[in-house]
């Protein structure tokens, strides 16, 4: 069943990360991918994470749909202008590849090429607007294309950035722009993202909550300190902190599948977006903790 | 103005070591406020230069050094100053840098400063970038805030989810310009227009180089 048919059926859709390496060693990364494989209803390929240089998502995307995996392809816009990203997205087409999820993408500064010279030609809800052209067989400009794209797009949403009101405009452009589901930034506080949905919930698009799995009560602290849009309430941290060194992993993987298990015992959203974040083996644990397997 | 910060010295000295006499152009205008070009860099200048045994066959602060013509009548009294030296050095910006590669096309001309961009000065010896002369105005759409300089990403949109309490996830130092424009908005009752999505920019509007030639449209205009 494909990734927009999942959503159709109104399954509880669940899609899980692969990021491709530096350099051309894929065995690990292809491991990863096998595990999945079957579980889930499709799985993101990232896009230069972090702007870090990697692989380029479509040639694994390309591996993942051999494997019988259903890949997103994420697209930002830093690093090719709307030739580029156009000339992608007809070339994913072909290639087969069904999704795409569209961001604007980190900024080099974040990455291992900081002299970089940062695109942003485009920006997350152009893109929507030209996955959407080329879905309808004209370029960006109007030009008539020779074959029309057949994307399922999708865009992220950040729930807790603060102030959060800009961000809940720009939910709305992108759904204006033609996102027809979203995958958030990760969110913790479940009650606080009801308010959230209660919200998105006036549009017609699919919403997968983003699910990061807390490895350690380091890294929620630094979450906390360091990345924009998460907060990771004091209770979960203290609850890893009670485990202990060895115990920490294990009962991040209970939240991640508590939470999962919460949202959709009381169908708060459409499905969830798992982000193990280095520990892409543990995604079938949650799973399974979850009652997804 | 055109904000300048001065290169490093060594640097300079580097790529003019084959040189030993100098003639110095510094500018009265931006460079001046800058502190990189006025009569006390020029004074300093010269004062180190000749501390590395070079010859500084005279100096001179241009009104205004992007100006062509202008500089070229102002440098006229010079005319020995600047045949007896084998160099020139520019003290304001790389338009006044590119005035004397124009006006001396025999010399080898060199920039001691590095352009930066296009500023405000919010206080004295405080500048801020607040337009990138993208060519295309969109400040009537967004409060009169630019977010194709405020915002390291250039975002027409609004906010990325980089946005962390009105900082920017580039750096805490900046403001999120869509936060402030967002804030901008809502003070002048504009919030609705935000709804509008923002188009792809068109960045044929800036293409290098620019000109402009205001005599020819008035001319062509009177025809």
């Known amino acids: ?293 | 103005m055109i904000i300048t910060a001065k290169r490093d010295f060594q640097e300079l000295m580097e790529n003019i070591k084959n040189y030993k006499s100098f003639f110095l152009i510094g500018c009265s205008e931006c460079a001046a406020l800058c502190g990189t070009g006025g009569e006390p860099e020029m004074k300093a200048m010269k004062e180190a230069l000749e501390a590395e045994g070079k010859k500084v066959t005279g100096a001179f602060v241009a009104k205004t050094g992007c100006q062509v013509l202008g500089t070229k009548v102002e440098l006229k009294p010079f005319k020995d100053a600047l045949a007896e030296t084998e160099c020139i050095l520019v003290m304001s910006c790389g338009a006044g840098t590119q005035t004397a590669v124009e006006l001396y096309e025999d010399k080898p001309v060199y920039p001691t400063n590095d352009t930066l961009f296009l500023g405000n000065m919010t206080r004295l010896q405080m500048f801020d970038e607040r337009c990138s002369l993208c060519g295309k105005c969109i400040l009537d759409k967004t409060g009169g805030i630019c977010p194709v300089t405020a915002c390291p990403k250039g975002l027409l949109n609004g906010p990325c989810g980089g946005t962390n309490e009105g900082k920017c996830e580039v750096s805490p130092d900046i403001e999120c310009a869509w936060v402030r424009i967002y804030n901008r908005m809502k003070r002048i009752n504009k919030l609705e227009d935000m709804r509008e999505i923002a188009k792809p920019k068109d960045w044929s509007a800036h293409k290098k180089p620019m000109k402009l030639n205001i005599r020819e449209k008035k001319e062509e205009a009177k025809k």
């Open chain 1, 1 to 293: 069943m494909s990734f927009k048919n999942a959503f159709d059926s109104g399954k509880f859709v669940v899609t899980a990360e692969v990021g491709p390496p530096k350099g051309t060693d894929i065995k690990e990364m292809l491991h990863h991918a096998e595990m999945l494989k079957g579980k889930l209803d499709a799985v993101n390929v990232t896009d230069n994470q972090s702007a870090v240089m990697r692989i380029c998502s479509m040639a694994i995307c390309k591996l993942l749909l051999d494997m019988g995996l259903e890949p997103i392809l994420q697209m930002t816009c830093r690093d090719r202008n709307r030739i580029g990203l156009q000339s992608d997205l007809l070339g994913a087409s072909v290639l087969g590849i069904k999704n795409v999820l569209c961001m604007t993408g980190d900024h080099p500064n974040a990455g291992d090429h900081k002299e970089a010279k940062p695109v942003y030609d485009v920006e997350s809800v152009q893109l929507l607007g030209i996955v959407n052209s080329l879905n309808n067989g004209k370029d960006m400009m109007g030009n008539e294309m020779k074959g029309s794209t057949n994307f399922f797009q999708g865009a992220v949403v950040t729930p807790e950035a603060n102030p959060v009101e800009p961000q809940l405009m720009k939910f709305e452009k992108k759904v204006k722009a033609g996102a027809k589901f979203f995958q958030t930034q990760a969110i913790y506080d479940i009650e606080k993202f009801k308010e959230f949905v209660k919200f998105a919930r006036k549009f017609p698009v699919k919403i997968l909550a983003g699910i990061v799995l807390l490895k350690s009560a380091g890294m929620a602290n630094y979450m906390n300190k360091f990345v924009p849009g998460i907060r990771v309430p004091q209770d979960l941290i203290d609850e890893i902190k009670a485990a202990g060194k060895e115990g920490a992993l294990d009962t991040g993987i209970n939240i991640a599948a508590r939470h999962i298990k919460q949202l959709q015992d009381e169908k708060i959203c459409d499905g969830v977006h798992i982000m193990a974040i280095g520990a892409e083996d543990k995604v079938p644990a949650i799973m399974e903790r979850a009652g997804l397997l």
